[in-house]
Every structure is written in structure tokens, then in C-alpha cells.
């Protein structure tokens, strides 16, 4: 068991925060394991083709996020906003300071018995190969995790807004004892079980931040390193229904707004696809897929995401939330 104390100022700066990079390592896990997920399987049958194509499961993330196990505190930079982007938490990564890269790879080297030559060369050169492991980040997140990302924002999104209301409503207390079965607060201490490194306070910084996520689970995954806050990813709720489908007859209130073909566009993008691939689950001629993708594009409905030599189209946050509003 790990305990983490709290002083009064400790507990004024506990705070939420949905960080893209925390949930960079637990999927690429699961699209390289053996076993199928039993939530997360129609995600990965939708994309581990595509990791394969692209050649990532040879490459830095390959070696740095091994089946389990310890991964480099250097990629989950603590977010510094209660949403970060992408990209500012790969300059974060970029920033990161040599001997801190070449800490986390000692301790990975323990972890793994050795180096292979890519890492052995990050090591050797912090400062130029980081650039080459946040092109590998970024690759990953527009094939793995961009068209999605609306969908998983929404449950993360909701996990928060039902913990503060939980801190509202009975304190910060309550929060702590409902977070995870591993986790329990009591007499100003917070205990983890089964966490094999102690997390004494004068090892990190003030507070704590708490991170939601889609693909960490069933367990919890923490990071302790001064000056950064602790940092604990929790399993949101509501990831059980993470790929749930949307009943297609449920959307026709929205035809006479959008009209019968982007309707049908934005219903067919509950999985993210390609203009050749919708123009063939809809029948539309390719020319006018793309004509209505740029219209609903335009409108903010849709994101475009390059993999490769095509583009991925998805359903964006706006998007979501109307249909969701159409169902009801």
C-alpha cells in the first residue's frame, strides 16, 4: 500500500484534467496484445490495421511501452490546463530535460533488462531523437486516437462533471472513497493499494491531479516527480458504452435541418471513414460525399484526419451533441 498525504493547502489544489497523453500508452497496449478487450474490441479491429500499415508497432512506441509494466514519465507531461491539447503536450514532451529522458530510460532499462539501439540512441541524444518520438506520438494520435476523440472527450467530460457534483454534494472525502476500489481516504492520507512505490509528499509537488481515462483500466496508473503535482489516471465511468451504437432511425428529425444526404453521412460516421468508404455504405457518388463532407466540415460536424495517403472523416463534439439532442 502507498499513502499520500494532504495538508489543507494540498486538498485546495486538488483538480480534473483530460490529458490526451495519458491514454496514448494503455491503447497502444491493447492494439498490440494478444487477447481481444472486451469493451474496446470494435476500436481496435478499426485500427490496428492501420497501426500495421503505418509500421508502429515497430517503431518508438514499440519499445518505449512494452506489453506492462513501467512507461517513461517523460511522455504523460502533467497537464498544465484542465485540457490540453495534443500539440502542447508534445512541446511539453520536446522540453523535456536530458537527464530526466535519461532517467526514465535507466529505470526502464531495469525494467526491460536492456536498450535496444533506437533507445540506447534517445539516451545518447535527448535533444534530437525527442523529435523523432513526438512525429511517432503524433502519427499515432491521428490514426489511433484523433477520430475518435469526440466520442471519448464526451465520456471523459462527463466522468468530471459527475465527480465535481460528487465534491458539491458530499466533499472531497466521498470523492476519494468512490474513485477506485484501490483508492481510500482517510485521517488526511490517501491509500493506494497494491501500488509497490511509496508516494511520501515532499517527493512531489502540492495538490493532487486526478485523470480520467478511456483506455487505463481496471487498474489506476500514477506519477510522482517534483515539481509537477501527483498525478493519478483513474478509469472513467462510462467507458462501457464507449462504442455503443447509435440507432440510425432514431437521427430523422435532423433531415429536414441538414438534409437527407448529410443526415446519412453523419449517421454512417459513427465509425470514422474515408470519402471511398462512405460513398459506398451510402450509395452517393464519391464526388458528392466529399462535396457534403466539406459543407458539414464547414459547419463544424466533421473533422478530417490524414492517415497515411488518406483521410479519415469524423463525427466532431458538435455533432455528437446534436444528434444526441435528436434522440431525445
Do not use: C
Request: aromatic share 6%; charged share 20%; hydrophobic share 45%.
Amino acid at each position: 500500500m502507498a499513502e499520500l498525504a494532504f495538508s489543507a493547502n494540498d486538498l485546495a489544489q486538488v483538480r480534473f484534467a483530460i490529458s490526451p497523453m495519458w491514454e496514448v500508452a494503455p491503447s497502444f497496449r491493447l492494439l498490440t496484445a494478444a487477447a481481444a478487450h472486451p469493451v474496446h474490441r470494435p476500436w481496435v479491429e478499426q485500427v490496428r490495421p492501420r497501426l500495421l500499415a503505418a509500421g508502429l508497432d515497430r517503431g518508438w512506441l514499440a519499445e518505449l511501452v512494452g506489453p506492462s509494466g513501467y512507461v517513461p514519465d517523460f511522455l504523460t507531461p502533467a497537464p498544465t490546463g484542465p485540457a490540453p491539447t495534443p500539440t502542447a503536450e508534445w512541446d511539453a514532451i520536446l522540453a523535456s530535460p536530458a537527464d530526466r529522458v535519461r532517467h526514465d530510460l535507466d529505470h526502464l532499462a531495469r525494467h526491460q533488462g536492456h536498450l535496444g539501439p533506437r533507445l540506447s540512441s534517445l539516451r545518447a541524444d535527448p535533444a534530437s531523437r525527442l523529435a523523432k518520438v513526438t512525429q511517432e506520438l503524433e502519427t499515432y494520435w491521428e490514426l489511433a486516437l484523433a477520430p475518435y476523440w469526440a466520442r471519448i472527450r464526451a465520456v471523459l467530460d462527463a466522468d468530471i462533471f459527475h465527480r465535481a457534483r460528487t465534491v458539491a454534494e458530499h466533499g472531497a472525502g466521498h470523492l476519494f472513497n468512490d474513485l477506485h476500489t484501490s483508492v481510500s481516504w482517510d485521517d488526511n492520507t490517501l491509500r493506494l493499494l497494491h501500488r509497490k512505490r511509496n508516494m511520501p509528499r515532499h517527493s512531489a509537488g502540492a495538490g493532487l491531479l486526478l485523470i480520467p481515462s478511456a483506455f487505463t483500466g481496471p487498474g489506476l496508473r500514477t506519477q510522482v516527480r517534483l515539481p509537477d503535482p501527483p498525478q493519478l489516471a483513474y478509469p472513467a465511468r462510462g467507458v462501457g458504452t464507449l462504442w455503443e451504437t447509435r440507432p440510425a432511425n432514431g437521427v430523422s428529425a435532423l433531415t429536414p435541418v441538414l438534409g437527407r444526404s448529410r443526415t446519412l453521412l453523419l449517421t454512417e460516421l459513427e465509425t470514422p471513414a474515408s470519402t471511398t468508404e462512405l460513398a459506398h455504405r451510402t450509395g452517393l457518388s464519391p464526388a458528392g460525399v466529399s462535396q457534403y463532407l466539406t459543407a458539414l466540415r464547414n459547419a463544424g460536424l466533421v473533422s478530417a484526419h490524414r492517415v497515411g495517403r488518406s483521410v479519415l472523416y469524423a463525427r466532431t463534439i458538435a455533432a455528437e451533441v446534436l444528434l444526441e439532442a435528436a434522440l431525445v
